[in-house]
């Protein structure tokens, strides 16, 4: 049966978040969205037009641009884009358009998944149910490797290691909207968890909430 439930997820890149989000949504029939993705897109349009990543008002201009339900997700996954986005989320302004259209996504009548990185401190506060995400940076690195490889890319563990740490201490250490797990989210650490795993737990939390 399909239900009205939001439920937040939050975790630094390649903890799985996203997957976990997608099995969420497919099990609950709910809504979902990446919202990375939008930072991307936004990221993505000033790349397009040639326009400076800390260029504030072309920046707002994208992201008042930006439609949450048109992101294509093999486009804005690229690196570069992924890289590009990370400074463009420092932007407050930025962030307070995309906040606002992401709680309005946040309540769609059929419920919803969101995952990214504030959306159990910020966009969400209110979720049913909050889950932080999380895994070493090491075995990050490695996922992150092993996805590049199985799509007959090559690329450097130390490097990946070093991108992974940097973005941590930018996600983490920004003034506004930091990365960090919400008071009452529930944590799973997916180091030594594989995706279904994760997934049981969660659903195991879903169904309680769904049957208080």
């Given at each position: 049966?399909?239900?009205?439930?939001?439920?937040?997820?939050?975790?630094?890149?390649?903890?799985?978040?996203?997957?976990?989000?997608?099995?969420?949504?497919?099990?609950?029939?709910?809504?979902?969205?990446?919202?990375?993705?939008?930072?991307?897109?936004?990221?993505?349009?000033?790349?397009?037009?040639?326009?400076?990543?800390?260029?504030?008002?072309?920046?707002?201009?994208?992201?008042?641009?930006?439609?949450?339900?048109?992101?294509?997700?093999?486009?804005?996954?690229?690196?570069?884009?992924?890289?590009?986005?990370?400074?463009?989320?420092?932007?407050?302004?930025?962030?307070?358009?995309?906040?606002?259209?992401?709680?309005?996504?946040?309540?769609?009548?059929?419920?919803?998944?969101?995952?990214?990185?504030?959306i159990g401190t910020v966009v969400c506060p209110d979720a049913d149910v909050?889950?932080?995400?999380?895994?070493?940076?090491?075995?990050?690195?490695?996922?992150?490797?092993?996805?590049?490889?199985?799509?007959?890319?090559?690329?450097?563990?130390?490097?990946?290691?070093?991108?992974?740490?940097?973005r941590d201490e930018r996600d983490s250490g920004r003034a506004d909207s930091?990365?960090?797990?919400?008071?009452?989210?529930?944590?799973?650490?997916?180091?030594?968890?594989?995706?279904?795993?994760?997934?049981?737990?969660?659903?195991?939390?879903?169904?309680?909430?769904?049957?208080?």
């Open positions: 049966m399909p239900v009205s439930i939001t439920i937040a997820i939050d975790g630094p890149a390649g903890a799985g978040k996203g997957t976990l989000a997608r099995r969420l949504a497919d099990y609950y029939h709910l809504a979902l969205l990446d919202t990375g993705l939008t930072y991307r897109a936004v990221a993505h349009m000033l790349i397009e037009k040639g326009w400076p990543l800390d260029d504030v008002a072309h920046a707002i201009e994208a992201a008042k641009l930006v439609e949450l339900n048109h992101l294509d997700r093999k486009v804005l996954s690229a690196h570069a884009v992924g890289e590009a986005a990370s400074k463009v989320a420092v932007i407050p302004e930025v962030r307070k358009i995309l906040v606002e259209k992401q709680r309005q996504f946040a309540r769609s009548p059929q419920g919803a998944v969101l995952d990214g990185r504030d909050k889950f932080y995400v999380t895994a070493s940076a090491e075995v990050r690195a490695q996922r992150r490797l092993a996805e590049i490889e199985a799509n007959g890319g090559s690329a450097d563990f130390a490097g990946i290691l070093a991108d992974i740490v940097r930091p990365l960090r797990p919400a008071d009452d989210a529930h944590l799973l650490d997916t180091s030594e968890m594989d995706i279904e795993a994760a997934f049981s737990a969660a659903r195991d939390i879903v169904d309680r909430v769904l049957g208080s």
